[in-house]
């Protein structure tokens, strides 16, 4: 069964303090792993998606990374607006056009 | 601004009630995804639809349903409300049916008294 976990928790950052988000998985070959963004009562906003190790994509302060057991969001000096619940999400082949599974996310918050 | 629209954005009803919640998908997107979020519980994938016809199933109960239709719409019925069905309930598109990027919408918030 595929799985997903997100470390830490929760992240306490001062603003332009740089860190990185986890994301292990488990899949029976992975076909996609997806990031987003989600704030208080809104819906997910999509990030990345990575598709194989070694991938990297870049976004703004984002970055994230992956490889054959984990993914890594950076964050290089975030802002207070970086403030959010990142969530990841990995789909595999065994799975391919069934639902994505999702980790419970970390929570972000940065202090000005 | 993700382009998927649900409505209503809030409702409120009582135990034993049935509610219909909306979902229009992005333009030129095949394939809709309901999910449930409660406080404590992440995102729950629900049912999958794929041009009109169910794709896949994940955690959704019998008290629960959901239909697409021609124009790509969807709808989920829920029925027999708890107060546990409280919760927030998104709908995600996607362009086709395998493990494209979905795009969600801005949720239902459902709160059963």
């Known amino acids: 069964e595929d799985q997903v976990t997100q470390s830490p928790e929760a992240l306490r950052l001062q603003e332009g303090e740089s860190s990185s988000l986890n994301c292990s998985y488990t899949?029976?070959?992975?076909?996609?792993l997806f990031w987003y963004r989600q704030d208080p009562g809104k819906g997910p906003e999509f990030l990345f998606t990575l598709y194989s190790a070694g991938e990297e994509k870049e976004k703004e302060r984002l970055k994230a990374t992956l490889t054959k057991k984990e993914s890594f969001l950076h964050i290089t000096a975030p802002k207070p607006e970086d403030s959010a619940t990142y969530l990841c999400a990995v789909q595999g082949w065994e799975n391919y056009g069934q639902n994505f599974v999702f980790g419970p996310g970390t929570r972000l918050s940065v202090l000005p | 601004d993700s382009g998927v629209t649900q409505t209503p954005k809030h409702l409120i009803t009582a135990t034993g009630q049935r509610v219909t919640l909306r979902c229009s998908p992005r333009s030129g997107d095949l394939s809709v995804y309901w999910y449930q979020q409660s406080l404590d519980q992440g995102l729950q994938f629900l049912i999958q639809?794929?041009?009109?016809?169910?794709?896949a199933k994940g955690n959704i109960l019998e008290r629960f349903s959901a239909q697409q239709f021609p124009d790509l719409h969807s709808e989920l019925n829920l029925s027999s409300l708890e107060l546990g069905d409280s919760a927030l309930y998104f709908c995600?598109?996607?362009?086709?049916?395998?493990?494209?990027?979905?795009?969600f919408g801005p949720g239902t918030r459902l709160t059963v008294l």
């Open positions: 995600a598109s996607s362009d086709l049916g395998g493990a494209d990027t979905q795009y």
């Open positions: 899949v029976s070959g992975l076909r996609g």
């Open positions: 639809y794929y041009n009109g016809e169910e794709r």
